[in-house]
């Protein structure tokens, strides 16, 4: 017999009685789903493992997975369920530095950045807008007889812009 079929018939072995302990931890906790066995496996970072790790255990690491078992599930008179780790709640990952305007708010800002003639802050603060709806907002201020200078200055932008691309 030569060095790889002893090797593959001892893997075929440990996987066997893999199998055979999975089944019986799985009877100890009364579940049909091998996933349910994750629920009683403590994770490095906390909780329980995920069902993909017990997976890649079953094939990567099934000495430590076989302990693990032993340890959690087989060798406590009743195995006790770990909750789930902590997650973040939805939401956390959100900046807390910015701060949130509202319209109004907005719309005040931009009013100010007008009086002092701040250009670069107009064109930040400025709502990104066609030129179809630009065309429409300043043929609207020609009729209603008002004059809007940063209009006309973005609607010459955004043509020379367009002509150049």
Known sequence: MTATQKQAEMVSTQSRELE????S????????????????LPGE??????HFTLRKMKHQSPEQLSQM????IISPVK???????????????????QFVLNKTDLDQVLQLARATGNKDLIRKLMPK?????????LISS??????EPELWHLYVEM???ANHD
């Open 20 to 23: 055979e302990l999975i089944s």
């Open 159 to 161: 043509v020379s812009s």
């Open 69 to 72: 078992i032993k340890n959690y």
């Open 25 to 40: 931890a799985m009877k100890k906790i009364g579940s049909k789903n091998e996933n349910a066995l994750c629920r009683y």
């Open 129 to 137: 807008r066609e030129l179809k709806q630009l065309k429409k907002e």
């Open 142 to 147: 020609i009729r209603h007889g008002r004059i």
């Open 45 to 50: 970072k906390g909780g329980y493992i995920h």
């Open 79 to 97: 195995p006790s369920s770990l909750p789930p780790k902590q997650r973040a709640a939805r939401g956390s990952r959100k900046k807390k530095d």
